[in-house]
């Protein structure tokens, strides 16, 4: 495979843009834009849209840091660029 | 023991615990004082830089804020921790292989230029002071709760305590210390919320207790809440939105963008060993503070709920709220009432005469004219959103020894965020104005003691300020960040990831944009911050621009800041090839090293 700089770089940015999709749709879709309608579905005593907006959206940003530093690991590895 | 005994040795306990980390680690050299030798390890460094991150904002005033908010207020909670994600992936691993100490020069490094560097320290200065001024309120609150004093006594004391705190030893002191504060202010936080939340719901776990139902009833805390408010005219609590959902939306961006812009956040990444390091790290700080930030909604709607039980017991009973003899005797007020009253910052009128606290929203005209007929003249109860969170183990009637550990808690958020942008402050003028611009020959000592006096300056100011803040704590660090979104954070991530973004186009888009979001904040809160400099006039009035808040413009700035960026970019000449070089280099992990010394 190609293992040089530029391909280590989009590799980097396919990551990237993945994250930032999903970061986007609990943060900005989930609980601003589509609040609204997702609130008529209950989680217990959550509307959902609230939900995502209060609490949903801040565990998703979690796990996305370390899905990002696991993936991204594996990337230098790959690319053969990880520190000694 | 008395609650203020309580309050006295919980704050005096975990000060002497700060002294003595601060004694044990004096910093020696000057790398040291600034970044610890990076040589700290991810999950500490993470701890201290959600001490660091978690303010008098956070911890003091954001549950306040979302309790009177309802729904909206979640852009504080989304915007404060998704910042965590845009610093994780396109900040912290490149600046940490960059391997200097400080924004700014990082920025005058890659940009080739001393101007660019003088320009970040510019808006570094700018963000941090009106952070500042958001802490100084929120410390002004808990020490004016916890010496019994008013705002302004409380805001002189805190002056006082931040400078001595900020003074002593540097980034090893405050690393260690700041893991101590940490391990303090979520204790605090949480200790409360696990007894409010089983006394309301039977659920201990905070997070679940807000969507449970409430002990002993079939009606969800949420639904009961919502019916509450909306009997007394307010919002419902569930779906109320600030403005527009446009600005919501401007405003979570807006955070979020600062988070990733502001200095202090951003040198704690300086001080892991490795890139690897710093990308854990962002995901350590982020489990830290997500712990405070998910349990933060349940303290607001509890608190909300408690409150407003209080004030109208019939709300227990699924009573009628509006209607004659309701609310409590002011005669029979409880105690925390009294106690919160000699702050000046929960105050009451009896506007009607009727020796009764009526609380609700006057301004809604549907229910004023229904409360008029049960002989309501007004709402005659003004709570301020800053003393939720520090009156809300009183209110729910908590043991004495909870309230004095959510006082030393408060203490320990607003002094470790403030000395932490001091810090970031005295380096950017020491470090990268003095030594950097005007006098490179600059020794240690010198350098340090310029970094000490620009701290002194930065609390005089922000004190000031502080005394006739352009907001409650949480807004004015709102504002800070705004600052920070529309100037810093473009021109860092544009050096990693546009190889040929020169200095022309940098230092336009940290100028215009920092420009451009100064403008409509003055508009709205004075020149400055300075009360009765307002100039709405000449922008159209307040929100002009498509209903968006000062506190959201930071977004708009900063997609100014790109904008003029790039344009002026494509009309000068490309950076140097050592430069492009340079970011070539700065992307691949291989290669950093720990930073030691001061070059």
């Known amino acids: 495979m190609n293992k040089s700089p530029q391909a280590y770089w989009s590799a980097t940015l396919r990551l990237i843009s993945i994250v930032l999709v999903v970061w986007f749709i609990v943060s900005y879709l989930a609980g601003i834009i589509l609040a609204p309608a997702l609130n008529s579905i209950h989680l217990g005593g959550y509307p959902l849209g609230f939900w995502f907006a209060h609490q949903g959206s801040m565990y998703v940003f979690v796990a996305l840091i370390f899905y990002y530093a696991y993936a991204m690991d594996k990337i230098d590895r790959e690319f053969d660029v990880h520190e000694e | 023991m008395s609650v203020q005994a309580w309050i006295y040795l919980m704050v005096g306990l975990s000060f002497s615990l700060y002294i003595g980390i601060a004694i044990w680690s004096r910093a020696g050299s000057t790398a040291e004082y600034y970044v610890a ?16 991150w978690m303010s008098a904002a956070s911890f003091i005033s954001m549950a306040g804020i979302i309790s009177t908010m309802g729904y909206g207020g979640a852009l504080f909670l989304m ?31 890659r940009f080739y230029s001393k101007s660019a560097a003088v320009v970040a320290v510019i808006c570094l200065l700018v963000a941090s002071i009106t952070y500042i001024i958001g802490q100084m309120t929120g410390v002004g609150v808990a020490f004016s709760r916890f010496l019994n004093v008013s705002n302004e006594v409380g805001i002189y004391v805190g002056m006082a305590i931040v400078f001595m705190y900020a003074v002593f030893g540097g980034m090893k002191g405050i690393t260690y210390t700041q893991v101590a504060q940490y391990v303090v202010l979520i204790i605090a936080y949480t200790v409360p919320a696990i007894f409010i939340s089983l006394m309301l719901t039977g659920n201990p776990i905070p997070q679940l207790g807000l969507g449970s139902k409430l002990a002993g009833s079939d009606l969800y805390l949420l639904e009961r809440l919502d019916q509450i408010v909306t009997d007394l005219g307010f919002g419902k609590y569930t779906t109320s939105v600030p403005g527009s959902y446009l600005n919501m939306f401007m405003y979570t961006l807006s955070l979020m963008i600062g988070t990733a812009g502001l200095p202090h956040v951003i040198m704690r990444f ?23 930030y998910t349990t ?100 729910a009637m908590l043991p004495g020894w909870v309230i004095g550990l959510v006082a030393a808690g408060a203490l320990a958020a607003a002094l470790s965020t403030a000395a932490g942008l001091l810090l970031a402050i005295s380096s950017a003028i020491s470090h990268d104005l003095v030594k950097g611009v005007f006098k490179p020959d600059l020794d240690e000592k010198g350098e340090l003691l310029a970094g000490r006096i620009a701290m002194v300056v930065a609390i005089l100011v922000a004190g000031y300020l502080g005394l006739n803040p352009p907001g409650f704590a949480a807004g004015t660090v709102a504002l ?96 140097p090839a050592h430069i492009q070089e340079l970011v070539e280099n700065v992307r691949v992990p291989r290669g950093s090293q720990v930073i030691k010394g001061a070059h």
């Open chain 2, 79 to 109: 915007g404060w921790t998704g910042g965590y994600v845009l610093l994780a992936m396109l900040l912290a691993p490149y600046l940490r292989k960059f391997g200097k100490f400080t924004v700014p020069q990082f920025i005058g490094d």
């Open chain 2, 37 to 52: 030798g990076g040589q700290v390890n991810p999950v500490m460094n993470g701890m201290a830089t959600a001490a660091d």
């Open chain 2, 480 to 575: 800070a960040f705004g600052i920070a979104a529309s100037s810093l954070f473009p021109a860092i991530m544009m050096g990693i990831f546009s190889k040929k973004m020169n200095k022309e186009g940098a230092i336009a888009g940290m100028l215009v944009g920092l420009f451009v979001t100064l403008f409509y904040v003055f508009a709205h809160k004075g020149i400055f911050f300075i009360k009765g400099t307002e100039y709405l006039g000449l922008i159209g009035g307040a929100n002009s621009f498509f209903g968006i808040t000062p506190e959201a413009f930071g977004s708009v700035g900063a997609i100014v800041n790109f904008i003029v960026a790039f344009i002026v970019d494509k009309f000068t000449k490309e950076p």
């Open chain 2, 270 to 292: 300086f001080t892991v060993p490795k890139v690897r390091d710093a990308r854990m790290s962002a995901g350590w700080a982020l489990v830290f503070i997500a712990i405070l």
């Open chain 2, 296 to 395: 933060a909604p349940a303290v607001a709607a509890m608190a909300r709920y408690n409150l407003l039980a209080t004030v109208y017991p019939a709300a227990l009973e699924n009573k009628p709220l509006v209607a004659p003899d309701q609310g409590i005797r002011y005669d029979e007020r409880p105690d925390w009432f009294k106690r919160w009253e000699q702050t000046g910052l929960l105050k009451f009128s009896d506007k009607n005469g009727d020796g009764r606290i009526q609380h609700y929203n006057d301004k809604n005209a549907a229910l004023q004219a229904k409360a008029e007929q049960v002989g309501w003249k007004g709402n005659e109860l003004d709570v301020n959103a800053d003393i939720i969170v520090m009156a809300n183990p009183e209110i």
